[in-house]
């Protein structure tokens, strides 16, 4: 069982930065993979990026070269840095930890942290 706790949300101006935290608990936090999902208002939860157990990133296509998703195993915590925010990045943030191992899928969500961008 892994629990996920975000933590950074808030509301920031357009063009600001902001940083989002994941710390998880539980064991083998460095055999998951992480991924950041958003949900705004009326639309699905969709993939934002995403951080291999080996350290390999990707990024939806919107944020590219605007966020940065790391992990620092040594302290179970997973970061999503987000610059150059718009107000189409406002939404719920959630934090994804997901493995499969032995024709297993383990998949757990944070409660999420809401991000507003606005003027």
């Known amino acids: 069982q892994v629990q996920l706790v975000e933590s950074g949300g808030g509301l920031v101006q357009p063009g600001g930065s902001l940083r989002l935290s994941c710390a998880a608990s539980g064991r083998a936090f460095g055999n998951y993979a992480m991924a950041w999902y958003r949900q705004a208002p009326g639309k699905q939860r969709d993939l934002v990026a995403i951080i291999t157990s080996g350290g390999h990133s990707n990024y939806v296509d919107s944020v590219k070269g605007r966020f940065t998703i790391s992990r620092d195993n040594a302290k179970n915590t997973v970061y999503l840095q987000m610059n150059s925010l718009k107000p189409e990045d406002t939404a719920v943030y959630y934090c994804?930890?997901?493995?499969?191992?032995?024709?297993?899928?383990?998949?757990?969500w944070g409660q999420g942290a809401q991000v507003t961008v606005s003027s």
């Open positions: 994804n930890a997901n493995q499969l191992a032995l024709g297993t899928f383990y998949n757990y």
